[in-house]
């Protein structure tokens, strides 16, 4: 019994893996165009889970995404610009943009990368994706993804949830080693957007910028 | 010795792939050179302010912590004219908070690269009371100051503050284009009488301060080049142009 159930793994396993780079190729081709939405749910902060809500803006072919903090209220005003080459993190208390890098990048500060929302390729670079079968959601039926991490990204694995009528993410859990939740957040108000390069990477013209 | 050389470069050729380089002329009684370099380490960044009589090196480094803040610090070290002088300072923020907090010591000011004299300290903090409301409070050796901005489009921000004398403290601060130029006013009158004032477009700046006593300034800065004129006990012009790499 257990060759005929490893031979039928065996032939399903390339599917699977298969799939999900379909699945990235789909999500990939419906968010060519910029589009815009709302990342809203919880994570975890320095001194316990929190409450967070964002803009985020995306021109992917342009490699351009960019996220703007409105909770907690600790974090209104930032926002972070992620180009192809840098991740500018914006400091709206201390007026600061801190440019790095991309491979230098903090943006795990979260303990998730924000560029996750626009760009499923890359946290496919990040985490090794599977396909885990699929779930009704309110938004419809969604394919679900789960993913270890290769590297220290500031999550130990990721499950995500990708719509299948329109095949976008709609709900990101990251969790840590233990499994414990550092992240659930939720992909709303999501929508087509006239978007340019230089409004996505628009700044106060004051603000010191510290290159690291 | 070929060993060694080797090793000079290798510590040398990292420092090398990023930096600033700013030369400038300080007109006051007479022409004097400045020039203030800094090259940037795998972690932080060490440089050099150099003037005719005195010259410093320092580090600074900085913590970052993506989107929720980023904490620099740093410490330098001052050789020359008087003696040696030294300063250690720490800024950033992180949430909801903000410092900035600078101790330094030389035995006299050396205009401009070097200005404050004797023990010279001065603690700032600003904290978010709400996503549009900042408290801030600002101790400087003489002078105590504590202000409440509010946001809404523009920052408005009302304080108080006192100098052998109590004063007003009012600001505005504003985006006056599309492309995030900013306007930043900040007035104070009483014990201290000042005018500050700043507009960022971007490629150019302009800065000035006037203060009575009379005294003041006017910086304006087009790309690397920056023009700066103004009143200090006498008067005074600085050319500088800074130099970026890569």
Redesign the interface.
Known sequence: MRLPLLTLFLFLAPALAQSVEEILDRVEKNLAEPWQAVVRGTFQGPSGPEELEARVYAIPKEDLFRMEFLKPASLEGNFTVITAKEVWNYLYLTNQLLISPREKAQVQGLGFSPQAFGDLRALAKEASLRLAGEERLPEGVAWKLLGQTRGNQGFAQVELYVLKADPRPVRFLFRDEGGRVLGDLRVVAFQRARLTPSALKRYPKDAQVVRR | MRGGCAWLWLLLFPALA?GRLEAGAYLQNGVHPTLEAAW?LEEGEVYLRLQPGRGGLGYLG?L???????L?YGLQGEVGKGGLGGAVFL???A????LEGRLSYRPQAAFPLFPEEGLWGRLAL?Y?L??KE?AGFFLERGRAEATYAL?DGATGTLGAGVAEGPYLVLGFKG?VGE????L?LALRLGRVNRLEG?L???EA?LLFILSYPWAGSLTLWLGDLGLEAGLRQSPYAWVRYAWRWP
Request: aromatic share 6%.
């Open positions: 990023q940037t900085g970052a912590l993506g989107p929720l803040g980023y620099g800024e950033g923020g949430g909801p908070l903000a600003r978010r709400s996503p900042v946001r985006e492309e995030g130029e900013v930043d700043g960022y477009l971007g700046s």
